[in-house]
Structures are given as structure tokens and as C-alpha cells.
């Protein structure tokens, strides 16, 4: 497992933005394949995004395709999450998550999960 930590989430008005970051220990970070989810009370944790171990590939959820960006900085052990043109629907808690391999959008694939930071958009 690598530990992850996300920060960057707060509240902020429909139509803005704000750009969660996560923070990975260890070594291999460029081993891993990562991730972002969400979860709203009641619900299944939803994917987001995903990126490769590389950074060349990105996959997203279509509810969130053109609005979000991942991307990753391998020399600071670093994935973020850039979110523009918020909705209340995007409300969640979102998470970091860490795969050693492929990216993928399922979350039962990836190995080690952060503690999430809580992202609130007014209506």
C-alpha cells in the first residue's frame, strides 16, 4: 500500500472551481496507476477519473468529462483534480485512490484509498 492524502476541497457556489491535490509516500509512485472517486451518503463510491502511470492516459466519467482534468506530477508524488463549472451534483466526498498497474474505472481494482476531503457546491 502507498499512503495517500487529499486536500483541496471545500465549498464553494455552482459554476466555480477548485483543484483537490493528493499527496502519495513512497518511491514507486510512478508504478501506480491513480485515481479519483466520490461518494454521496447512501451511495456507491463513483469514479470520476483515472490516469495512467505515466500521465499520457485519462479516462473520465461522462458526468464529469469537460469539466475535470486529472493529471499527475511524478516528481512531487503528486495526482490532481482540477474541477471547473461546478454543479450541486458533483457534492461528495472525494477520494484518492492507487492502483499498482493499469489505470482502471472500477473501483475494486485499486489497492490503497486516501481519507477523502468533502467537496460542497451551492445551489
Known amino acids: 500500500q502507498v499512503r495517500l492524502v487529499e486536500s483541496g476541497g471545500g465549498l464553494v457556489q455552482h459554476g466555480g472551481s477548485l483543484r483537490l491535490s493528493c499527496a502519495a509516500s513512497?518511491?514507486?509512485?510512478?508504478?501506480?496507476?491513480m485515481g479519483w472517486f466520490r461518494q454521496t451518503p447512501g451511495e456507491n463510491r463513483e469514479f470520476v477519473a483515472t490516469i495512467s502511470r505515466s500521465g499520457r492516459s485519462t479516462y473520465y466519467a461522462d458526468s464529469v468529462k469537460g469539466r475535470f482534468t486529472i493529471s499527475r506530477d511524478n516528481a512531487k508524488n503528486t495526482v490532481y483534480l482540477q474541477m471547473n463549472s461546478l454543479k450541486p451534483e458533483d457534492t461528495a466526498v472525494y477520494y484518492c485512490?492507487?492502483?499498482?498497474?493499469?489505470?482502471?474505472?472500477?473501483?475494486?481494482?485499486?489497492?490503497?484509498w486516501g481519507q477523502g476531503t468533502q467537496v460542497t457546491v451551492s445551489s
Open positions: 485512490a492507487a492502483r499498482s498497474g493499469a489505470a482502471t474505472m472500477r473501483p475494486g481494482d485499486f489497492d490503497s
Open positions: 513512497g518511491r514507486t509512485f510512478d508504478s501506480y496507476a
